[in-house]
């Protein structure tokens, strides 16, 4: 059976069940009732979007090794990150403004960090707070950073995080600027929300969303705004000053896990390490920075020789499915994170939708190890890889 509760909303569960029976189905769903400027926020990649295809085509290119005759019948998904055990191989990927794609999406993603077991990677461009969202998932959520033009608001909420009892942060790298998309400027999206005949009849032509959004609230970016100044969120300003000095004032201000995330050298991985930070996230944004960066999975097995054997890395970049997380594992990732496809599950049937494509995962992930011959996830080594 898909879901892992059914009490809740039987008649969607049913429905959803019929519908979703793929990454790919949960995307046509949410193309279908979100509107097209929101659906394309979360779909939509910088320039040619050449890496994000190539993100995926590279992982769906590996071919995995079936084999036989091997005890399967008990198998274990868990994985330990971060001196924590997780139930799940997989986690929730940072991700921005998520109310977008629909309303009370991250409320939605902090009960199924808790439901699941699993962390939750709270965006600084979140709809919801850094203490909300602690308050709902508690220690399975993390903070990811970005840092504009003000380093004090930055470390501003780094403190906030500290206080409200968040042990591990993500400071994310690879966006010194935010690259053009060419689908969001097509359809006019920019953040404040502007409001014209295009997206107006875009709104009407999707009633659920807009009226479910309109009653919810308008979603505003929660976290980077300094209260007690004039400082106004800009999603668009530079974030170019992060460099290795503030990595280094960084890590002596936080007493928690470190994360970097956004890595695809192998030369900047090792003195990432060197550097007292606690992991390192091997990631190409989603193809949304660099269209002409590499496929995020083909440097993962080189960062992972350079760093070493014991050495955390973290991956997402192309993700679709379970046998993709297998992949990542395989070439050297401790843990994966998933982004886009589970904005996909929300904006196909909100709290509903997104269980269905974590369970989707998971059961995807299990037979996957069935057919492997590996009853325990932590047995996953390249050698499942066809050469």
């Known amino acids: 059976m898909l879901f892992r509760h059914n009490d809740k909303y039987p008649y969607l569960l049913k429905y959803m069940n019929n519908k979703i029976?793929?990454?790919a189905d949960a995307r046509i769903a949410a193309r279908r009732r979100m509107p097209r400027i929101m659906f394309d926020y979360v779909d939509g990649a910088?320039?040619?979007?050449?890496a994000c295809v190539q993100n995926i085509t590279r992982l769906d290119q590996l071919r995995l090794q079936p084999r036989v005759l091997v005890n399967t019948e008990n198998r274990n998904l868990g994985k330990t990150l971060l001196d924590k055990l997780w139930h799940l191989p997989f986690g929730i990927a940072p991700m921005g403004m998520c109310d977008l794609t629909w309303p009370g999406a991250d409320k939605c993603l902090a009960t199924a960090a808790v439901?699941?077991?699993i962390p939750l990677a709270l965006s600084t461009m979140a709809s919801s707070s850094i203490e909300d969202t602690f308050q709902r998932a508690g220690s399975n959520a993390w903070f990811q950073l970005y840092v504009g033009q003000s380093e004090q608001v930055g470390f501003d909420m780094v403190d906030r995080a500290a206080k409200a009892g968040y042990d591990t942060l993500i400071l994310t790298v690879d966006v010194p600027f935010v690259a053009p998309r060419p689908r969001e400027q097509r359809n006019g999206f920019q953040v404040p929300f502007r409001m014209g005949p295009k997206q107006f009849f875009d709104f009407a032509s999707h009633p659920r969303w807009s009226i479910d959004?309109?009653?919810t609230g308008i979603p505003k970016v929660a976290n980077n705004v300094k209260e007690d100044t004039n400082t106004k969120f800009v999603r668009n300003e530079s974030r170019g000053k992060v460099d290795w000095s503030f990595l280094q004032r960084l890590r002596e201000r936080w007493?928690?896990?470190l994360i970097v995330k956004g890595v695809l050298s192998p030369e900047d991985a090792v003195r990432i390490r060197d550097s007292d930070v606690d992991a390192l996230y091997v990631s190409n944004h989603g193809g949304r920075q660099l269209d002409s960066a590499p496929a995020a999975i083909q440097m993962l097995p080189?960062?992972?020789?350079?760093v070493g054997n014991n050495y955390p890395i973290l991956f997402d970049s192309g993700v679709r499915n379970g046998e993709a997380v297998i992949k990542a594992l395989a070439l050297g990732a401790d843990f994966v994170l998933i982004g886009r496809p589970l904005l996909y599950g929300l904006g196909?049937?909100?709290?509903?939708g997104l269980s269905t494509v974590i369970d989707l995962l998971i059961n995807q992930i299990d037979a996957t190890l069935a057919q492997l011959g590996k009853p325990d996830i932590n047995d996953i080594t390249q050698d499942v890889?066809?050469?």
């Open 21 to 23: 029976f793929s990454i």
């Open 46 to 50: 910088a320039g040619s979007e050449y």
């Open 115 to 117: 439901k699941y077991n």
């Open 213 to 215: 959004t309109l009653l």
């Open 255 to 257: 007493q928690g896990k």
């Open 302 to 306: 080189l960062i992972r020789d350079a």
């Open 348 to 352: 196909a049937g909100g709290e509903v």
């Open 385 to 387: 890889i066809v050469p």
